[in-house]
């Protein structure tokens, strides 16, 4: 990697940990709270494009692996990844690279359109799917009843979508992302 591109990463990793001190939203029938560091890995996607967007969110992990407390309500270490929201987690750099093909396939120039279908795509629906698996396995509940239960975050997670990406398609038009020079 480029010291722009490393750069790049650094600022996602930094924006992704600001949104960590937003206080989380507790949801009384689920053990995952409403985080708005998802709204981060759909602007990594979105901003960085798939390779970077990948990388930046996988480095953001392997500092919270060590230890930082970087996700929101300022957890960290290795234990994350055991507890109820690892399978969040763990699609975390995937969603990053799902939304990051998408923006790329779906049009040569993305507008608003194309980053909101790429973000809830690849950023709603992938992360919700993979976070309800892992918590299935985890939590013993069924699969019915953890998605039935997830529907809780569709609209939190919508505003996300639509957030980022209005943001991206404005940066997109001002030639501000690095992903389509």
Not at 7 to 25: N, Q, S, V
Not at 106 to 127: C, Q
Request: glycine share 10%.
């Amino acid at each position: 990697m480029r010291i722009k591109e490393l750069t790049y990463c650094a600022l996602m990793i930094a924006i992704i940990a600001c949104l960590g001190l937003i206080p989380l939203i507790t949801i009384p029938f689920l053990p995952v709270p409403i985080s708005f560091q998802t709204a981060g890995i759909m602007l990594a996607g979105s901003c960085l494009g798939r390779k970077l967007g990948f990388w930046s969110v996988t480095l953001f992990l392997l500092l919270v692996a060590v230890g930082l407390p970087l996700l929101a309500g300022f957890r960290g270490g290795f234990g994350v990844f055991f507890g109820p929201t690892a399978g969040y987690l763990i699609s975390w750099p995937f969603c990053a690279y799902a939304i990051g093909w998408l923006v790329d396939h779906l049009a040569r120039r993305p507008r608003f359109w194309v980053f909101l279908i790429a973000n809830l795509v690849g950023g709603m629906v992938l992360m919700n799917l993979v976070g309800a698996a892992y918590l299935v396995c985890q939590s013993g509940l069924s699969f019915v009843q953890v998605l039935i239960s997830s529907v809780a975050f569709l609209p939190v997670d919508a505003v996300k979508a639509i957030v980022v990406s209005l943001i991206a398609a404005q940066l997109q038009r001002h030639h501000l992302l690095p992903h389509f020079h």
